[in-house]
């Protein structure tokens, strides 16, 4: 700062403490002024707090938003627009289930399992990325302007007129030492800034519809975020059932222990352990627990066995469907459900108990 600004508020610094000690009474604001005044304050306050809130809400974790922002800085002095994104949870939680769920391999039901949950969770990922580029642009940004430049130059504006407000009373208090011409220059003066500084704190207040409509867009894309969300998360939990109902439906395979050989010598043969006979299950359920579905041939009924759900025209437990077609060289077999649908099902998914006549 130069040494004339700091004179300046060496000067400003001095009257006001002149105005305190010496008991006289400054220039005193009308209650209209000193309300939009402390609206205005409070506004300012509001949109620093709320900003910083809203990214903590996008970005929680305190040490990927230092380390973005200093990717960011670096970034722009190197001259480049953008650098790289936020790492999103659901996108780290996303590659760790794909590196395992390879390792283990689409034979075992959990590693497959994980490989198509990693597909939702970068899906999740894709849209917490979408979310917050939205609310950044409609409503981050925003708010970053009205505090950069309308609250900012209010500040200004009421900085000026409290300046010149002191420097009014100061010559007031001298009159008689002071020339009149220069009381009323000051008077002049004063009045000019407090009316900038009270058309722009009301243009501000007034025009507060449009900060109602940068909410709108953050509670938008909030929305937009969380119905996106759920359709995936719904996708994937029927993906898990179905995933659950095939690993039930698969046949349970018999433990043989293996001896280790003697040197030089064969092994032992044990006699193999009896499995205790599983109960049956209730009507409609194989031993294993997979429910099962029926299928009306002309004249007889069939019980099969889904390995998966919603397959070729079944898509429900409990589907009834009346067969037209017998079994056909390309291994389906076709024909009607109750609404008269054409259905049919890849003859693998079903056990024909008595085959329809060629």
């Known amino acids: 700062m130069s040494v004339a600004g700091l004179k300046k508020q060496f000067h400003k610094a001095t009257q006001k403490v002149s105005e305190k000690v010496g008991g006289a009474e400054g220039t005193k604001l009308d209650d209209d002024f000193r309300e939009m005044e402390k609206k205005v304050d409070v506004t300012s306050r509001a949109v620093l707090d709320i900003m910083t809130k809203t990214t903590e809400y996008l970005q929680p974790n305190p040490a990927s938003r230092a380390k973005l922002s200093m990717i960011n800085t670096m970034s722009k002095i190197r001259g480049q627009e953008k650098g790289p994104g936020y790492p999103q949870a659901e996108t780290v939680l996303g590659d760790t289930m794909l590196k395992f769920g390879r390792e283990l391999g689409e034979d075992s039901s959990f590693g497959s399992a994980l490989i198509e949950a990693s597909e939702a969770m970068k899906e999740l990922g894709e849209v917490k990325d979408a979310l917050d580029m939205e609310v950044k642009q409609n409503f981050i940004d925003p708010l970053q302007n009205l505090h950069d430049k309308d609250l900012k130059e209010i500040q200004h504006h009421l900085k000026k007129m409290e300046g010149r407000r002191l420097d009014f009373d100061y010559k007031k208090k001298r009159q008689g030492k002071v020339q009149d011409e220069e009381i009323k220059q000051a008077l002049e003066k004063f009045d000019e800034s407090k009316e900038i500084a009270e058309q722009s704190m009301f243009n501000l207040l007034e025009s507060d519809i449009e900060q109602v409509s940068q909410l709108a867009a953050l509670v938008q894309a909030q929305l937009e975020y969380h119905r996106r969300s759920a359709e995936i998360l719904q996708q994937l939990s029927s993906k898990m059932e179905d995933r659950i109902k095939e690993a039930s439906c698969k046949?349970?395979?018999?433990?043989?222990?293996?001896?280790?050989?003697?040197?030089?010598?064969?092994?032992?043969?044990?006699?193999?352990?009896?499995?205790?006979?599983?109960?049956?299950?209730?009507?409609?359920?194989?031993?294993?627990?997979?429910?099962?579905?029926?299928?009306?041939?002309?004249?007889?009924?069939?019980?099969?066995?889904?390995?998966?759900?919603?397959?070729?025209?079944?898509?429900?437990?409990?589907?009834?469907?009346?067969?037209?077609?017998?079994?056909?060289?390309?291994?389906?077999?076709?024909?009607?459900?109750?609404?008269a649908t054409r259905a049919s099902s890849p003859i693998n998914y079903v056990d024909i108990l008595v085959p329809l006549p060629r």
């Not at 395979?253 to 032992?268: I, L, S, V």
């Not at 049956?280 to 009306?296: A, D, N």
């Open 251 to 339: 046949p349970r395979k018999e433990f043989t222990p293996k001896a280790a050989a003697d040197a030089g010598a064969a092994a032992p043969q044990r006699e193999p352990q009896r499995r205790a006979p599983q109960r049956p299950g209730p009507p409609g359920r194989s031993p294993s627990g997979c429910s099962k579905r029926r299928v009306w041939l002309p004249g007889h009924s069939t019980d099969f066995e889904p390995e998966n759900r919603g397959r070729a025209g079944l898509r429900r437990r409990d589907d009834v469907i009346t067969l037209t077609q017998p079994r056909s060289s390309d291994k389906l077999v076709r024909g009607h459900d109750p609404t």
